[in-house]
């Protein structure tokens, strides 16, 4: 199902043809197949519209056969169209002055879905090679949420309450928009999610296991957004509020014709968050005695100001060449208080009271742009085709705080101490790709990335003498800078024998890091020079039946390493209680990734879809605490972290997602997951059964009024000598249309019980903790859309207007 509201003026047009049906009934009709293979294809859409002004006028859907008829038609000139998941929309003008029957439609695949015109019922899973793609576009439920909403119904996909994506609990995600990396960085990222509204979203595409087509070390997931180019434009004009609260208004502006299309897009906003927290450590020495004991209680005030302006353009050089370019720029502003309370205890050897209160203030400024251009041409219509593409970005924050600390014992000297912080990120990577169709149905692409980023970071904190005047704190202050440059080159080989499909990929990766960190007042000083590299190895086997049931087997074997140079490297950033290091004996990690999967579309009833996996690590990466005393920190024992190689590490699991549609105004999906996670640390074994699961509802009411309902649980999940607290929320929502849907409202209720929260308890042999986050998120949004213009350029809008740091749309 597409989008089941119509414009009054389609409903108006619909009842005229039909009371003028046995005057004026002409009729359409034909068969629509694979270019290639010549097979029939279920589930098309295919649709006319005028064409004038490319209003829909009437349509319909493929059945099993692939054939479609398409009744009471006007005479007059219309535009056909014929669209489906994986294959190039096709697009015709055809002048109806009597009925046509047997007309034939070819599409051709392995591009990339553009535009979907015909409401029609389809499935809101489907597989696709190595792809699990989610319709967003088919689940009305989410239409007016945000792409966190959206990633969250997506195979495997979690967006915890602070931004953060996982994908089975893992964190090494790449996002791709639009078929091309993001080249976000992690703050980036989570704003994009959180202002991209969930109806710019065409589809959201998952690779739990992908080829060596990419170079992640995890997962891949692609976010489409709508495409639609008409000669037409359209304003739109927003407003979203929060009783967070939050508010942040909006203005998109759309002009396109066949050739070129430009989008500008600027908005602001304000906002608060206010977040509580609470929790225990206690450190143990040698001899299994406790050292220190520590229990806190803190709030956090975060309020922000921001905005963001971008534009983006297409050109359509001509019917084979496309280019395209993207830049925005964004500024943010935050001035957060942090309020802690201490209870903290010493055992050396006798009990000693050092609890605390804080009062933290901080101020910042964060700014950053991105900018690219992407061009692709297609030397004929096989599917030959060379793509160019280039992004770059950066981020930059800086700011100052002061901290009060006022000691519970009269014994001690209670301080201040002010810090001063700025970071650079700044990124960019040049690509090339290149298609090859040959004979007998197999394709091959190959290409090459070269990437390079550059960062610096400074912290330097002074300390209140007790006469006056500051003092630097040498050993809590620092300085780093670090580069990395990253050539790879990859190429896959894609056979098709009817509906069975052979996938085989090589990628050789190599990571150049080269950087610096020192005390700067010290002169403690460390630099590595290294290089990571090694190949990456798939094969992935699919096969769709004619009735639209899939089956995938695939595999791929992977290596990751620390991210963060200093990860290598022994010095120690140092805190009042505790520090972190590096560990130079750590080695690469090498994952075996084994993965099946099964979806089938059932006439009238949804979609059910099963995966399972298993997950191999040698030499998996993990963080561990452990204790030590430091001069640097004072007579007391503390507590240090450092990445470690845990050994060996193994991940076996199941998800189900079930989809029931009775009607085209009910939608019902329920999605569960279930694994086992172990490993062997230092003759250390553990595992842990988890599972997830989770409920939406949809329905829509009185032919206006749509409704929904979402409920999600996440049990605790296993880590390093750690475990995550469970998850849990229920939301609930309302929207409408009016006016010919020039005016849109959305009501929700997020987390209606106050149940989201988010922690973890560590339980190393010697440093165990408890901890517990929870943020304001019961609160209620409201939202406004008005748009003034063609109602087919809403989505392209909407694309625009949600285009944030980082953010490369076609």
Known sequence: MKDIRITAAAVLATLLLSMN??????????????????????????????????????????????RFTITDVKPGNYLLQASFVGYETHMERIELQQSVQNLGIKLTGNVMLQTVVV??????????????????????????????????????????????????GVSSVEIWINDRPSHMNEEAMKQYIKQLPANAIERIEVITNPSARYSTTGG??????????????????????????????????????????????????????????????????????????????????????????????????????????????????DQNSFYNNYEYYEYNPTRVDLGYRDTTLNHGFSHGAYG?????????????????????????????????????????????????????????????????????????????????GYSRNSEIRDSLLPGGGWNNMPYQSYVSNGSAFEPNVYVTAQKRWGSFTTKLGLRYNNNFKSGMIEHPTVGDRMRLDTLFSGLVPSIHLSYQTKTFESYSLSYTRRFSHDGDLSGYLPFRIYEDFSFSTGNPNLLMCYTHNLEAAWNKYIMKFGNVGLNAYFRANTDEIGTMTSAIYDPVIGPYMVNYTYPVNIGSSHTEGAEANITYRPTGFLNVRFNASLFNYGYNYNGFSDSKLSYS????????????????????????????????????????????????????????????????????????????????????????????????????????????????PGAQVK
């Open 372 to 452: 690219g251009a992407w061009f692709e041409h297609r030397y004929d219509t096989t599917g030959r085709k060379l793509s160019i593409t280039f992004n770059g970005n950066y981020w930059a924050n800086g700011g100052y705080s002061d901290q009060t600390r006022d000691y519970n014992s009269p014994t001690l000297t209670d301080f201040k101490r002010h810090m001063v912080g700025s970071m650079w990120n700044g990124s960019g990577e040049l690509g090339i790709n290149y298609t090859l169709p040959l004979k007998h149905d197999i394709t091959i692409e190959t290409g090459a990335e070269v990437g390079y």
């Open 21 to 66: 049906a046995a005057a004026q009934n002409i009729t359409i009709s034909g068969t629509v197949s694979d270019a290639k293979t010549g097979e029939a294809l279920p589930l098309v859409n295919v649709g006319l519209m005028s064409e004038q002004d490319t209003v829909f006028v009437r349509g319909n859907s493929t059945d099993f056969d692939g």
């Open 220 to 333: 891949v997931i692609n976010i489409v957004t709508n495409q639609k180019v008409t000669r037409n434009e359209l304003l739109c004009l927003g407003l979203r509020a929060t009783t967070t609260p939050f508010i942040s208004p909006w203005a998109s502006y759309v002009w396109a014709n066949e050739k070129v299309d430009f989008n500008i897009y600027i908005n602001g906003m304000y906002g608060n968050h206010d977040m509580k927290s609470d929790g225990t450590s206690t450190l143990f020495d040698a001899n299994g005695d406790t050292s220190r004991f520590q229990k806190w209680d803190n709030m956090n005030k975060m309020p922000f100001q921001g905005g963001y302006l971008g534009f983006n353009t297409n050109w359509k050089i001509d019917d084979k060449t496309t280019l395209s370019a993207w830049v925005g720029a964004y500024p943010y502003w």
């Open 693 to 804: 699961f989770r409920l939406n509802l949809w329905a829509k009411v009185w032919k206006r009024l749509e409704l929904f309902a979402n409920g999600s649980y996440s049990s605790p999940r296993l880590g390093l000598y750690s475990l995550t607290n469970a998850q849990k929320r229920f939301d609930f929502g309302a929207s409408s249309d009016f006016f010919d849907r020039k005016l849109s409202i959305y009501f929700n209720v997020n987390d209606i019980f106050g149940w989201s929260e988010w922690g973890s308890n560590t339980t190393a042999p010697q440093y165990q903790t408890t901890g517990s986050n929870r943020f304001n998120s019961r609160f209620v949004s409201l939202g406004l859309t008005w748009r003034i213009g063609k109602m087919e350029l809403e989505s392209k809008a909407r694309q625009g207007g949600s285009d944030a």
């Open 119 to 168: 409401s029609a019922e389809r499935p809101l899973y489907t597989m696709e090679g190595e792809k699990n793609m989610y319709n967003t576009k088919e689940d009305p439920s989410i239409q007016t949420g945000t792409a966190s909403d959206a990633l969250q119904n997506a195979p495997g996909v979690e967006v915890d309450a602070e931004g953060n994506i996982t994908l089975r």
